[in-house]
């Protein structure tokens, strides 16, 4: 059974994204195609702007099949644990094809860029600029100025090249291509005239106000711009609170935080706003993600016993249509891991994890989230 596999986080979903899964499924023509996605946090470092439920319902309505939840722990991480995370959960779902967006567009590209990094010179370069203070991003960069392929280190050409080391790390016999990105970068600002617009476009009209309605897919468009939302800078007086009534002792048993960026923490942990938090915290070796991601541990109180686990020890089915149900009940019987349909509390730490994120975003929100973990799979 041909399978296509997507790692995504729908946040939120918009045009590239059904663009993108079209474009797969006509290059790979599977039999069903599979979706892992994060949950309720993303990767960036923040809360997903919409519920994993109303994201899983969108995906079922435009061409996905099976979603299934990246836990939470490994969606706030690095780009190449998350990659990790994801291509696991497809390899144990028996997916055979992987297509992810980037902005190359050409896959011996990000494979040449691959086995550059690959290289002991490039290792030995990423650490001298480490060493000097730089941020992982900026060292890879100037890792890689003597190559042709440095032009290539973009938000989604460099996640793609993480895709395609993991595959390998985990000796998958998964084969990956990828999709171009249509017209619209990572970064883009919203162009009216357009129909394909960047998330970040997107979130930011909506965090002003603004309408977004004609660039997402239905059933979301009819909803998103009255849809609740939420995102870090909620939790900021919160995340000052507990900062307060800590020390760094207290952050052995943290997970997120190395290097003593728990004393730079508690050297500005009074700061009147999470901007200024950052800036004050920020250095050219920390970038804004992974301060977010930081932050996002602190505030969730994540355990440093969470670093036990090296991949996903479970899979979590958010939704699936008969096509998807139809695959799973194929895949289970070639799977080790444990199935679970909801997050009731006590069946895994991890899920549990899940269900306190969605009490915490509930708190916000009103929203019945802590409900919706408990109950079955999303069903289209």
Do not use: C, W
């Not at 918009?14 to 993303?42: C, E, N, W």
């Not at 309408?211 to 939420?230: F, G, H, M, T």
């Not at 900021?236 to 507990?242: G, N, S």
């Not at 960026?261 to 700061?271: C, D, H, P, Q």
């Amino acid at each position: 059974m041909k399978a296509l596999g997507l790692i995504t986080e729908y946040n939120p979903m918009h045009f590239g994204h059904t663009y993108h899964i079209r474009q797969s499924q006509a290059l790979i023509k599977p039999d069903v195609t599979v979706a892992v996605m994060s949950g309720s946090v993303v990767q960036r470092g923040d809360f997903a702007m919409h519920s994993k439920f109303k994201r899983t319902e969108t995906a079922l309505h435009n061409g996905v099949d099976l979603v299934i939840e990246i836990p939470s722990f490994f969606v706030l991480q690095a780009a190449d644990y998350f990659a990790e995370a994801g291509v696991y959960l497809l390899d144990q779902l028996g997916v055979n094809h992987l297509v992810f967006g980037s902005e190359s567009g050409e896959i011996k590209d990000l494979k040449a860029l691959q086995a550059l990094q690959e290289s002991p010179d490039y290792e030995l370069a990423l650490k001298e600029a480490l060493d000097d203070g730089m941020s992982y991003p900026d060292a890879a960069f100037q890792a890689t100025q003597k190559s042709r392929v440095n032009a290539a280190l973009t938000p989604n050409n460099i996640l793609g090249v993480s895709y395609l080391k993991a595959i390998k790390k985990l000796g998958s016999p998964m084969h990956a291509d990828t999709i171009k990105r249509e017209k619209r970068t990572y970064y883009d600002a919203l162009k009216t005239f357009q129909k394909i617009q960047s998330a970040t476009a997107i979130r930011t009209e909506l965090k002003q106000g603004k309408s977004v309605a004609r660039y997402v897919p239905e059933p979301l468009a009819s909803e998103i711009d009255q849809l609740k939302r939420v995102e870090l800078d909620d939790f900021y007086e919160a995340f000052i609170y507990r900062l307060k009534m800590i020390d760094a002792e207290a952050f052995k048993d943290q997970f997120g935080f190395y290097e003593g960026l728990e004393n730079r923490f508690l050297k500005v942990k009074t700061a009147p706003s999470m901007l200024e938090f950052l800036e004050r915290v920020k250095t050219p070796r920390y970038t804004y993600a992974h301060l977010g991601r930081a932050m996002m541990h602190f505030l969730l109180h994540t355990p440093e016993t969470f670093s036990t686990y090296k991949t996903p020890p479970y899979i979590r089915i958010l939704g699936m249509n008969d096509r998807g149900q139809t695959y799973l009940n194929q895949i289970k019987k070639t799977t080790n891991l444990p199935f679970y349909t909801s997050a009731k509390a006590g069946q895994h730490p991890l899920l549990d994890f899940e269900l306190k994120i969605s009490q915490l975003i509930e708190s916000k929100t009103k929203e019945n989230l802590a409900e919706q973990e408990i109950t079955p799979p999303i069903r289209v």
